[in-house]
């Protein structure tokens, strides 16, 4: 038997959903979030501190929010097609996230993480280091931009959520499209009557840290769950579904308060591997299988080190800095010089998921 097969065996068990764990999960979810979003703007006569730790918390349950709006798109949360399809609506304009173009994307995401050549839609911008080394100064100057930071975490979720997935791509879906649609007219109308219950100055006080702050903490968990040091990236030819999956997807080791918070998400690898299980049976899928517990664990610290990962060097399989990358072309007398990897060097338009610039539509989909 082989190895995929040994793995979706000790998992099988874990890839149903419990329709009272996730009723008990929206419970927990929602109405403290609605609580705390009110506690932000009472908090309001009292002192703005006060109303940014309520809003901070409330950025969390938004995060949570979007974990089961994420299961819905994998049709896990719920057994019902349906029951997944009608929820995953409405949390999409709870976290402005359209969901039949989000479902879209991700799951392409899913079919060709750390394939080489596969890049570009659903998953962030990088370039190998041969690809950087062969780039016009434009290109590495937008690209530099792109992975700073400040820019990526910072201006990432005004780009990326405020203002990308407000729009269609060309060739979507007419499904997908009157989606978009509805979902920015849920928005309109939601936060037009919050404006109005509150007044709009004190919505803009209470949603606007709650916006960026789940924005930014969302982007940078698919940022670091992917970027490690030995991720996995193979091209075309040489990539493998369970290595992408278990190698190219990390453990995010977090206080049992965070884990709560983001919805088990840091067993990152469990899901790369079964999109099928539900956020709530992740850790027990991972404990169940003694293969996927030797994923590459990272920690609060150690995933800072993510930060300086820019390129992907697939030589030595493995990401470094700008200046290692910088290095690494020096020593190679062919970097720079058009090769067999310039057909990858496509233009990469405005982001869409995670601030990521996209290619066009390919048409593949799948989990």
């Not at 990390?250 to 918070?261: D, T």
């Not at 020593?331 to 990469?348: M, N, S, T, V, Y």
């Given at each position: 038997m082989s190895p995929l097969k040994q793995l979706r065996q000790m998992i099988a068990p874990y890839e149903k959903s419990d329709s009272a764990a996730s009723v008990w999960q929206l419970l927990n979810t929602l109405p403290p979030l609605a609580l705390l979003w009110y506690a932000a703007y009472l908090s309001l006569n009292v002192s703005y501190a006060l109303?940014?730790?309520?809003?901070?918390?409330?950025?969390?349950?938004?995060?949570?929010?979007?974990?089961?709006?994420?299961?819905?798109?994998h049709g896990s949360f719920f057994k019902s097609k349906r029951a997944n399809n009608l929820l995953g609506y409405l949390l999409g304009v709870l976290t402005m996230f359209p969901y039949e173009q989000w479902k879209h994307a991700h799951n392409i995401h899913h079919a060709g993480s750390g394939n080489l050549e596969k890049r570009g839609i659903g998953d962030m911008w990088i370039l190998t280091v041969q690809e950087y080394a062969e780039a016009s100064r434009w290109r590495k100057l937008s690209y530099r931009i792109y992975r700073n930071p400040l820019v990526l975490f910072g201006l990432g979720p005004i780009v990326l959520i405020?203002?990308?997935?407000?729009?269609?791509?060309?060739?979507?879906?007419?499904?997908?499209r009157l989606n978009t649609y509805a979902t920015n007219a849920g928005i309109v109308v939601l936060y037009a009557l919050l404006a109005w219950a509150a007044g709009w100055q004190s919505f803009l006080l209470v949603q606007l840290p709650i916006f960026w702050i789940s924005g930014a903490a969302g982007i940078w968990l698919f940022y670091v769950q992917h970027q490690f040091e030995d991720s996995y990236f193979e091209h075309d030819p040489e990539w493998e579904y369970l290595k992408a999956a278990v190698d190219g997807s990390?453990?995010?080791?977090?206080?049992?308060?965070?884990?709560?918070?983001?919805?088990n998400i840091g067993f990152h690898h469990v899901h790369h591997l079964s999109p099928r299980i539900p956020n709530y049976r992740l850790q027990g899928a991972h404990e169940a299988a003694p293969s996927l517990q030797h994923a590459t664990t990272i920690t609060l610290r150690t995933s800072l080190k993510s930060l300086r990962f820019n390129l992907w060097d697939d030589v030595n399989r493995s990401f470094v800095s700008f200046r290692d990358g910088k290095r690494l072309i020096a020593?190679?007398?062919?970097?720079?010089?058009?090769?067999?990897?310039?057909?990858?060097?496509?233009?990469?338009?405005?982001?869409?998921?995670?601030a990521t610039p996209v290619k066009a539509r390919t048409g593949t989909s799948g989990e």
């Open positions: 109303t940014l730790l309520f809003s901070a918390a409330a950025a969390g349950f938004v995060i949570r929010s979007f974990i089961i709006f994420h299961d819905c798109c405020l203002f990308a997935y407000r729009f269609n791509e060309k060739g979507a879906r007419r499904k997908e990390s453990y995010y080791k977090l206080p049992a308060w965070l884990q709560w918070l983001t919805g020593q190679r007398p062919d970097a720079g010089i058009e090769g067999k990897h310039q057909a990858e060097l496509r233009p990469f338009p405005v982001a869409r998921v995670a």
